[in-house]
């Protein structure tokens, strides 16, 4: 099992960025899409981004798209998530998770991180 660590999380005002890093240990890492998904108090996880193994697709569900983007730098074991344009229904814990077949479910990934706390204030 890929062991995920996610980092980068903060308080951050409405309108404000912040940049999520999730590093895998796994070395053969080009080989795994990448996935982001939050959980917001007393909800559902829910998915915020994919990426394909080179990089090349990437996904996202409405509520993120223009505000978000996700990278990777396969060399380094890292997938990024920048987040711009934050809003308070943003709030959660932020998740980071592997799989070896594209996907955007929750049960297509195998591997998650212990995630990090985002927290956007108004």
């Known amino acids: 099992q890929v062991q995920l660590v996610e980092s980068g999380g903060g308080l951050v005002q409405a309108g404000g960025s912040l940049r999520l890093s999730c590093v895998a240990s796994?070395?053969?890492?080009?080989?795994?899409?990448m996935g982001w998904f939050r959980q917001a108090p007393g909800k559902e996880r829910e998915f915020v981004a994919a990426?394909?193994?080179?990089?090349?697709?990437?996904s996202f569900p409405d509520s993120v798209k223009g505000r978000f983007t996700i990278s990777r730098d396969n060399a380094k074991n890292t997938v990024y998530l920048q987040m711009n344009s934050l809003k308070p229904e943003d709030t959660a814990v932020y998740y980071c998770?592997?799989?070896?077949?594209?996907?955007?479910?929750?049960?297509?990934?195998?591997?998650w991180g212990q995630g990090t706390q985002v927290t956007v204030s108004s």
């Open positions: 998770a592997s799989t070896t077949d594209w996907g955007t479910r929750i049960a297509d990934f195998g591997s």
């Open positions: 796994e070395r053969t890492f080009s080989n795994y899409v």
């Open positions: 990426i394909s193994w080179s990089g090349r697709t990437t």
